[in-house]
């Protein structure tokens, strides 16, 4: 090696050692042959110490069967092989301190391994290059995190944490649909607060407030996971019950009926009771769209409205379920 040479290799190899990334180097049997200054800093072991070592052995908590792997399809096919924070958020656990917030974190890890060659052309080490992306997966993390919490906002109604209305008309449409495919039985559960303006008018309007907020409180303990309720207007809301026939139907409204008007709200010393007139369509295929479907629900709600309140009817033709239980069940 010349002078020049000479120059070049300690150049180089002070950038090596200054870079701000990762630099290793495994052989074969994953012996670290070069560890880099960034390795040092993050790591806490010197390159001295680390040298011919395994990095397996020295490193526990790496992702031994990933890492293998990859090492190992770098080797057959002697090509590079990429992997990004958002596949494997890292590889070492090292940690960072981000500049902006000085808030410590786990460092996000952009990864390549690299076949190095020799001069015969022979394969026997690699390099693992480790780019420090935190600042950019914790931005995209955090964006992500808010346009989840902005989506979440744009379907729920603020006052009952139910879905509001335009939501959960697009969930009716796509159940409507469903069933065209599925013909599993699914009911809809139309209700509304009974002479709820009285209530606004007796005790105000943040009285009525908290009744909406407990009804829907009620509403939410008595479904299942799978059913999808909305807030449909000021005292009235719809609930998708999925893979229920009309019997089960009765029961879930029945006993939704019974627990509102078992419940006594306490708003400012006052004490609130109330009750629920509801309606049930179980979709049929004679149902031109979910538009249709809706009416079915809201004719029999009304039924119920018409018929004294307090109580749940079928829709087609509307018949007030306290017959049914009396032996007249028709299904829809
Ligand atoms: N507190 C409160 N009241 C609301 C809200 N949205 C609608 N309302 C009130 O709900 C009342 C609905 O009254 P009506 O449509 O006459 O129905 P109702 O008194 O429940 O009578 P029936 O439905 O026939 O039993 C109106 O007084 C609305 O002002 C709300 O978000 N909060």
Redesign the pocket.
Known sequence: MNLMELDDFHWLMDILQTIDVGLVVIDRHYHVQLWNGFMENHSGHLASHIRGQSLIEQFPDLPEGWLRRKVEEVFALRSPVFSSWEQRPRLFDFVSTRPFTGHSVLMYQNITLMPLLSRSGNCDHICIILYDVTDAAIGKLGLQQANQQLKALSITDR?TGLYNRGHWEECLRLEYQRYQRTSSPVTLMMF???????I?DTYG?PA??AV?RRVSATLRHELRNTDIAGRYG??EFGVLLLDTDTTTAHAVAERLRIAISNLLIEHEGQQITLTISLGLACLAKSMANAADWLVEADNALYHS?RNG?NQVTLARPAIPLREMNAGHLTHC
């Open positions: 006052l509304d607060i009974d002479f709820f303006k009285k606004n309007h009525g407030d909406l000021g005292e409205k309140r």
